[in-house]
């Protein structure tokens, strides 16, 4: 063959392999060569707690491709466990080293692409290179820790970090009967979450799990009686038969460090839009890069297989000669836990605030995944962010049993598309009584966030619910108002409103709540319409009780 071009890969999985498989699809006659320090160059990282936790019983499932099929099917050569050590950027060559053999050799290369990944963060914590003590990144660790369960008939396990992989390896230690410890330094679990919207995952993570620790770091790991002791900043002390790591990852960039490429300031290799470093002849993809975030236009690290596999696309057509274009990342992501599910989309709350964007609105609402005349509906509970100046939408939280990915999936393409709530309002979507609702939740949001815009209704702001001067005013029926309500509220069904207008003061707001935010929708728009400054609060009762949870405020 006559191989015009000579491409170098460095490191597998998503970013590597997607780009790798492109590159041939453009160009046949290229000569590719993937590198990868691991035993596989292709896997799925995400099913790793699921093959720890038995639920995906065979290694050989976690195998995306292997070298035979890469070598096969797109004639593009793969070693596995050679490691670069080095790029040499005047010469155009990688240092290799093989593992098996210890031997160094040198390649060269017409485009280099790096695709290291991110490692598993270890913090130099005493104790920390005891026996027992593990993080997933690769294949290998998940073999470590089933071997390790087994082998000790463990019982007792201890999560370290709260985010999307360590809810994940919770399940998976309680699918396989460990009583399974939950510490997280951050006041809330999901950390990207806004933490009115963390509650409901804290919710039901705290009933599956024996403890659930926030605010609290590990300070230290101590041995005791054959098994481990986790030792929190707090002074409490958890012991275990192992511990899962789960606390974030680093970029691997001491390799593009090594050669002087431009690092960024969040830690991740600089790029362009079209994945090109600072040396034009040196691409980089994945969890190592930094990205631009489509909504605040932050650089941002965002290790997520879509992203990465979207990123490697890119930078084959780029060094293929075709205008190529990574359009950053909106953080779309979800988790599965103890059947529900979390997932984002877009800005967060916190987000825009760190990037100074004022200019916002938030609606909550809490409506079935489907028609609620058919059996089996459940809430999803849903937080939709917009620009006030025009209503675009600018990000979405969702966390239920049912139906949240779909619906977060279809926002997230309004925030793609730069999308505003009247579009959310107007969106033709499936609809069957098993699936959804002529209203479909998305609709719903759409349908609040334009109220707003329109002036149709105001919305007040939870976070001064208890210092306000407005009366309270709580439209459910009685005998929903005295199972919980506001401190300070009255009580007025929204039936017999009309009739106890006399009553309300016309010289100060009215706070109307209910129990989702509905009723209180329809008190409001009635007391504007006789002159009260009436305000409802979004996602009533029910989101009070995320913002103020009992016990944790």
């Known amino acids: 063959?006559?191989?015009?071009?000579?491409?170098?890969?460095?490191?597998?999985?998503?970013?590597?392999?997607?780009?790798?498989?492109?590159?041939?699809?453009?160009?046949?006659?290229?000569?590719?060569?993937?590198?990868?320090?691991?035993?596989?160059?292709?896997?799925?990282?995400?099913?790793?707690?699921?093959?720890?936790?038995?639920?995906?019983?065979?290694?050989?499932?976690?195998?995306?491709?292997?070298?035979?099929?890469?070598?096969?099917?797109?004639?593009?050569?793969?070693?596995?466990?050679?490691?670069?050590?080095?790029?040499?950027?005047?010469?155009?060559?990688?240092?290799?080293?093989?593992?098996?053999?210890?031997?160094?050799?040198?390649?060269?290369?017409?485009?280099?692409?790096?695709?290291?990944?991110?490692?598993?963060?270890?913090p130099p914590l005493p104790g920390i290179d005891l026996e027992g003590i593990f993080a997933l990144r690769t294949i290998p660790d998940s073999r470590r820790i089933r071997d390790w369960i087994e082998s000790r008939s463990a019982r007792r396990a201890v999560v370290v970090g709260g985010g999307f992989i360590g809810l994940e390896m919770a399940e998976n230690l309680v699918q396989r009967e460990l009583e399974v410890t939950l510490i997280e330094m951050a006041p809330q679990l999901l950390p990207p979450f806004d933490p009115e919207m963390a509650d409901f995952v804290h919710r039901r993570v705290a009933s599956r799990v024996a403890h659930v620790q926030l605010c609290d770091g590990v300070e230290r790991f101590s041995q005791s009686g054959g098994g481990l002791v986790v030792h929190t900043c707090s002074g409490a002390s958890f012991p275990a038969d192992l511990v899962i790591l789960a606390i974030g990852v680093r970029p691997e960039t001491e390799l593009a460090r090594q050669a002087g490429l431009a690092i960024g300031s969040r830690g991740g290799i600089r790029v362009d839009e079209a994945m090109r470093t600072s040396d034009p002849r040196i691409w980089a993809v994945g969890d190592a890069v930094e990205v631009r975030d489509s909504v605040t236009g932050e650089?941002?690290?965002?290790?997520?297989?879509?992203?990465?596999?979207?990123?490697?696309?890119?930078?084959?057509?780029?060094?293929?000669?075709?205008?190529?274009?990574?359009?950053?990342v909106q953080g779309t992501a979800v988790c599965g836990f103890f059947g529900m599910t979390a997932a984002l989309t877009g800005a967060s709350e916190r987000s825009l605030k760190r990037a100074g964007m004022g200019d916002y609105e938030v609606v909550y609402l809490h409506p079935g995944h489907h028609a609620g005349y058919y059996p089996g509906a459940r809430p999803i509970h849903l937080k939709l962010i917009f620009r006030r100046s025009d209503g675009r939408v600018l990000g979405a939280q969702a966390v239920g049993e049912q139906g949240v990915a779909r619906r977060i999936d279809v926002i997230s393409m309004a925030v793609q598309n730069q999308a505003t709530v009247f579009d959310l309002e107007e969106a033709e979507l499936c609809y069957a009584p098993q699936y959804g609702a002529a209203k479909d939740p998305v609709n719903l949001a759409g349908m609040a966030a334009a109220n707003i815009l329109r002036g149709d209704v105001e919305a007040a702001p939870w976070s001064e619910v208890h210092d306000t001067g407005a009366l309270l005013l709580d439209v459910r029926e009685p005998g929903e108002f005295k199972t919980g309500s506001l401190p300070g509220a009255v009580n007025i069904p929204l039936g017999e409103l009309r009739g106890a207008l006399g009553g309300l003061p016309r010289d100060r707001p009215v706070w109307v709540v209910c129990g989702v935010g509905q009723r209180a929708y329809y008190a409001c728009r009635l007391l504007r319409q006789h002159g009260f400054d009436a305000r409802n609060l979004p996602g009533g009762y029910t989101t009070y009780q995320a913002w103020y949870p009992k016990g944790r405020v």
Request: charged fraction near 25%; include cysteine.
């Open 1 to 122: 063959m006559n191989q015009s071009k000579r491409v170098l890969i460095v490191g597998g999985v998503a970013g590597g392999a997607s780009c790798a498989a492109r590159l041939r699809r453009l160009d046949e006659s290229a000569g590719i060569v993937l590198f990868d320090r691991g035993p596989f160059v292709s896997f799925a990282n995400c099913g790793l707690p699921y093959y720890v936790g038995n639920v995906i019983q065979e290694e050989a499932k976690l195998l995306v491709a292997t070298p035979e099929l890469f070598r096969a099917r797109f004639n593009i050569e793969v070693r596995t466990r050679s490691e670069v050590t080095a790029i040499d950027r005047e010469a155009r060559e990688i240092e290799v080293r093989e593992a098996a053999t210890g031997r160094l050799y040198r390649e060269r290369y017409d485009a280099l692409v790096l695709s290291p990944g991110a490692a598993p963060l270890r």
């Open 299 to 328: 650089w941002s690290l965002i290790p997520l297989a879509g992203p990465a596999s979207r990123q490697g696309r890119v930078a084959a057509a780029s060094i293929c000669g075709r205008l190529a274009r990574f359009r950053g």
